[in-house]
């Protein structure tokens, strides 16, 4: 069989123009989107993670759970570029991280757990920014906040500085943000912390309707989604490692949290060896 491998077109600026640059990807890397080759990262003499080996497959909905210190932020904080490793590396579609563009990384929406608005613009300038820096239409800016305004409740607060929101409706402004370009990757680092739990079901409808649309999506949560489904990949990270959970460990878990989970394993109930990525 022919070996398969897809492209990245890229644009890249030399010498005054621009020409097409190919990336091509073999099959072996091809489904991977990230990969954490013996990462290691402390700070000061605290160690986070400890040669920590992980892969994410594209078009996956993939949750990540873990005790409050765990590790969880600086994840992905790592993820977005904002951390780097101590030891090891980083890899984003066949490339260390550190060698992408911001062409590659406008296909990404990045959600942090402390809402990043600005709070002197109002709402419809915070949700449009990313619109404009892309040059889109002002016909098209119109659209796709007046359509997320709807979809987030924000309507009524389109003219309203964010300082004048609350800190749930502020956590919505920055949901909307990173959903409005339509990425085809979603890195939400606990989504939901500030919403009551009929909006954080809300917000994690929406990001399962993306996935389902083919979009990528990795959460951090305590706050995992009521409905269950198969294509769930579940991870918990503890002891300075991330692991994927077993159906047997899920069920037992029962998607009540990680105060649950963790006192299940004290407690011996299920193996937590070779389970890991």
Known sequence: MHSQCFAISAKVKRNSSYVDKMITLEREVGKLLFQFKNVGKRFGITPVFREMNFALERGTFSILTGQSGSGKTTFF??????????????????????????????????????????????????????????????????????????????????????????????????FARALIRRPRLILADEPTAHLD????????????????????VFISTHHPPKFHHPSILRYHLDSCQIRQLSPTEIGMSGFKGDR??????????FDTEGTGQ
């Open 77 to 174: 904080r790592m993820l977005c570029g904002l951390e780097r490793p101590n030891q090891g590396e980083i890899v984003f579609l066949g490339r260390r991280l550190t060698q992408h563009s911001a062409v590659h990384l406008k296909n990404i929406g990045f959600i942090f757990q402390n809402p990043r608005g600005l709070l002197d613009k109002d709402v419809y300038y915070n949700l449009a920014l990313p619109l404009m820096i892309d040059g889109a239409s002002k016909a098209e800016i119109d659209k796709r906040v007046m359509e997320w305004g709807s979809i987030l409740g924000l309507r009524p607060r389109l003219k309203s500085l964010c300082r004048e929101l609350s800190g749930g409706e502020i956590q919505k402004v920055e």
């Open 197 to 216: 739990p009929l909006q954080a079901d809300l917000l994690m409808d929406v990001l399962w309707d993306h996935y389902k649309d083919g979009a990528t």
């Open 260 to 269: 649950q989970l963790k006192m299940q394993e004290d407690a011996g109930l």
